[in-house]
């Protein structure tokens, strides 16, 4: 049982807009930064956003987070083919003794 | 460009302890974090814990405090994760990952290629 709460699957045609939701509480997404993983089948995760809407270099801007209260939300516009993989979302969790950085289970993006 | 550079697959007993090493290289830094992620066959992203070197201490998740131990080397740049008293639930990928010139642990934006570690008799 993951800490954070995202859909397992969702689904989209290419070019369509698609999001991805994260659900937490105050504690943790109420009072933290969001960021967010890519990842493909056998692979790293990579780093999508951090602090909520900040992306990396080299991340494309059809990648975009915000986040309202204590969930979150990843949105993937102009949808291709290589978008397919796994979503993850985290942030820090300062519940507990020792606080943890705490992820959500993931979602699979299908490209249909 | 810094990469992170892992060493290799282990296959563990039950009961026994397993060390898992993680390099940074390339770039300049003089400052980094270090985080331990695994993830189960078919499951997702847990932490495990992470360190900043610049202030000499790890952080664990409460989960693995007991049994995870997070050490680093300034000098070579590398990073170490020990695990004792290994279970066949501890079988997973274990990816190093974490921030260059910040002391940011709650993000991750280098990551490992991952070491297989499988627990079984």
């Known amino acids: 049982q993951s800490v954070l709460t995202q859909p397992p699957s969702v689904s989209a045609a290419p070019g369509q807009t698609v999001t991805i939701s994260c659900s937490g509480v105050?504690?943790?997404?109420?009072?933290?930064?969001v960021s967010w993983y890519q990842q493909f089948p056998g692979t790293a995760p990579k780093l999508l956003i951090y602090d909520n809407d900040q992306r990396p270099s080299g991340i494309p801007d059809r990648f975009s987070g915000s986040k309202s209260g204590s969930s979150a939300t990843l949105a993937i516009s102009g949808l291709q083919l290589g978008d397919e993989a796994a979503y993850y979302c985290?942030?820090?969790?300062?519940?507990?003794?020792?606080?943890?950085?705490?992820f959500g289970g993931g979602t699979k993006l299908t490209v249909l | 460009q810094v990469q992170l550079v892992q060493s290799g697959a282990e296959v563990k007993k039950p009961g026994s302890s397993v060390k898992v090493s993680c390099k940074a290289s390339?770039?300049?830094?003089?400052?980094?974090?270090i985080s331990w992620v695994r993830q189960a066959p078919g499951q997702g992203l847990e932490w495990m814990g992470g360190v900043i070197p610049l202030f000499g201490t790890a952080h664990y998740a409460q989960n693995f405090q007991d049994r995870v131990t997070i050490t680093t080397d300034k000098s070579t740049r590398t990073t170490y994760m020990e695990m004792s008293g290994l279970r066949s639930e501890d079988t997973a990928v274990y990816y190093c990952?974490?921030?260059?010139?910040?002391?940011?642990?709650?993000?991750?934006?280098?990551w490992g290629r991952g070491t297989t570690v499988t627990v079984s008799s």
């Open positions: 985290g942030t820090w969790d300062p519940t507990l003794t020792t606080g943890r950085v705490v």
């Open positions: 105050t504690s943790n997404i109420g009072n933290n930064y």
């Open positions: 390339g770039g300049t830094f003089s400052k980094y974090t």
């Open positions: 990952a974490g921030n260059v010139n910040t002391t940011i642990l709650y993000y991750m934006a280098v």
